[in-house]
């Protein structure tokens, strides 16, 4: 069933003391992941009443791995190409794929694009194409 409400849910766990920090970055991301990003007042305001402040470069770097942590990142973030999945056969519990899976992919097979991953999409003269350099 689907949450309606998922800062209602998420609050009376970030603010339980017994939990660890850890578990309450885990729920913050996964509010993060579920709702495609949060507005940077709103992601502050979690981070200072939950008290992690030291640890909110865990959440932050996800933008890095093309997550919209903030909502206006992802008009201004370059989406990454998609391969598509549909043939793969899966668990029956695994619907998604991560993007970073896709982009090591890319990167064994040297078809990352040079513009994107200027230091990554570059082999080196002796590569014979065996494998991730």
Same mark, same amino acid.
């Given at each position: ?31 993060? +992941?579920?709702?495609?990003?949060? &507005?940077?007042?709103?992601? %502050? ?9 030291? $640890? #909110? ?33 899966? +668990?029956?519990?695994?619907?998604? &794929?991560?993007?970073?899976? %896709? ?9 990352? $694009? #040079? ?19």
């Amino acid at each position: 069933q689907k949450v309606k409400d998922s800062m209602r849910v998420l609050l009376p766990v970030l603010l339980n003391k017994s939990h660890d920090s850890y578990d309450k970055i885990r729920a913050i991301l996964l509010y993060i +992941f579920s709702t495609n990003g949060t &507005t940077q007042e709103n992601l %502050d305001k979690l981070i200072q009443n939950v008290q992690i402040e030291s $640890d #909110s470069d865990m959440i932050r770097n996800w933008k890095y791995l093309d997550v919209p942590v903030i909502s206006s990142f992802v008009a201004q973030q370059h989406k990454y190409a998609r391969r598509d999945r549909s043939k793969e056969e899966t +668990f029956q519990l695994s619907r998604w &794929t991560p993007v970073i899976k %896709d982009v090591m992919e890319d990167a064994i097979e040297n078809k990352l $694009d #040079s513009k994107d991953w200027p230091y990554c999409s570059q082999c080196p003269p002796t590569w014979n194409g065996s494998g991730a350099v």
